[in-house]
């Protein structure tokens, strides 16, 4: 191709905040978002064929430049759907970052050894596996075990992306993967139901039964249904989410993790204010010691250790 792709918005889609406010919430030194975003630009690394919305750039030196306002020391960069399994825009990001970002790629069976090997180089850590119908086209268990194979070795994690509702189905394929395994946004719970019944019990149960299953407890900003948002200087946000939250990081505290979701795809509501985004983790982790393992000694255990 000789001329830069360009590429379309999805229409309606809301671009990450502009200009975030600094947090009251002084993290404690040394803190991991641990899930967060590149996308693109689309003109250098072209969104996938594949993909099922068409984001925003939001380029590396844009999360750099938040994470140093909010004061986090490192990224994990998690690959975004819309890139598929062209994972170029997540090293080159790696490689730009000083060794203070690791990355969680998507692969394919065919992936080689020699590409696991220059993206474990990078400081990749991890593959992703994700289940959310709108966001991916299914992939057969098989293929997906066999993957899990391939990355075991290398240390590698997986972190797998689904539903609540989906979650009966896809226990046992979870109970049984061979490495770590990352559950992002706590299983995407129904926060409308009760946090002590059966379908938040049975994430809680799979935590409880099986010591390799970790959680990220972020995207507050995606499951609540009744706010209020992070806007306007709101210290109490999403407070329908924080009893689930709350409960994996009080039950849980040395297996979950917390990150920005920056740049935030696909909301559809609003886009948050990053920095009132981080106000919100002592209202899940609410002491000094739950702040330091969630924020600093979980995710340094995982990903640079
Ligand atoms: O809920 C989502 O739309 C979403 C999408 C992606 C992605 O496209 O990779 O990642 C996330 O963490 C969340």
Redesign the pocket.
Known sequence: MTTADTFTKTPGWLDYYDGPSRPRFRLPAGAVDA?C?VFGPGAEFPYAPERK?TPCDAPKEALFALRDHLGFEKNVI?????HGTDNRALVDALRASGGRARGVATVSRDVSDADLRVMHEAGVRGTRF?F?KR?ADFTPREVLAEIAARIAPLGWHVVV?FEAQDLPELYDFFTTLPTTVVV??MGRPDVSKPVDGPEFGLFVKMMQDHPNIWSKVS?PE?LSLSGPPALNGEQHAYRDVVPFARRLVETFPDRVLWGT?WPH??LKSHMPDDGLLVDYIPQIAPTAELQRKLLVDNPNRLYWS
């Open positions: 899930h975003h919305y998690v690959q975004a759907t819309c994700n959310v966001l992306y992002d946004h995207c995606r979701d795809p696909n």
